[in-house]
């Protein structure tokens, strides 16, 4: 909020100086809706584009890695890559194997031992892992 209302302050400044017609309470209005509307879109434009840094590894993940692999690329062409799976889904089919309602042999058992909090730190660090 204090970055907000400096920002406005600071574009109100530039647009007296700029000589835009701010002087009257109309065109200051316009200038500072133009000016929202510009730093809105760069801090999204920001956003959107700035990579998400992997997050590490949870004590949960240790048991993965045999079978999905150290950085969630599996060896084997049976058992699937988790690595930038989407997060809801993963945690759906973790859950959906815990509660036996998608039956595989190993995972039924391995999703056995695994809490709802566990599901979302493996969820979130499988998920942001580059495929
Ligand atoms: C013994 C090997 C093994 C281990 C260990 C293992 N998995 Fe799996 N996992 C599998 C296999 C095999 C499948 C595919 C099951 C199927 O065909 O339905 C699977 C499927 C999954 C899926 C579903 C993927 C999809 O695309 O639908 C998720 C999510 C998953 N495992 C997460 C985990 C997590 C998290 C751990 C560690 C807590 C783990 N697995 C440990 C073998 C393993």
Redesign the pocket.
């Known amino acids: 909020m204090k970055i907000w209302i400096g920002a406005l302050g600071t574009t109100a400044n530039l647009c007296r100086k700029m000589s835009l017609p701010c002087g009257r309470a109309a065109g200051k209005a316009l200038c500072l809706a133009a000016a929202m509307f510009f730093f809105a879109g760069s801090a999204w434009g920001a956003k959107s584009q700035a990579p998400k840094p992997p997050l590490s590894a949870p004590a949960?993940?240790a048991?993965?890695v045999?079978?999905?692999g150290e950085a969630g690329l599996s060896a084997n062409s049976?058992?699937?890559n988790?690595a930038g799976?989407k997060r809801d889904?993963?945690a759906k089919?973790?859950k959906a194997?815990r509660d036996q309602d998608?039956?595989?042999p190993?995972?039924n058992a391995?999703?056995q031992s695994?809490s709802d909090s566990?599901i979302e730190a493996?969820?979130a660090y499988?998920s942001s892992l580059k495929p």
């Open positions: 949960s993940a048991s993965c045999g079978c999905h049976l058992w699937p988790l799976q889904y993963l089919q973790l194997f998608r039956v595989d190993m995972m391995i999703a695994l566990d493996l969820t499988y």
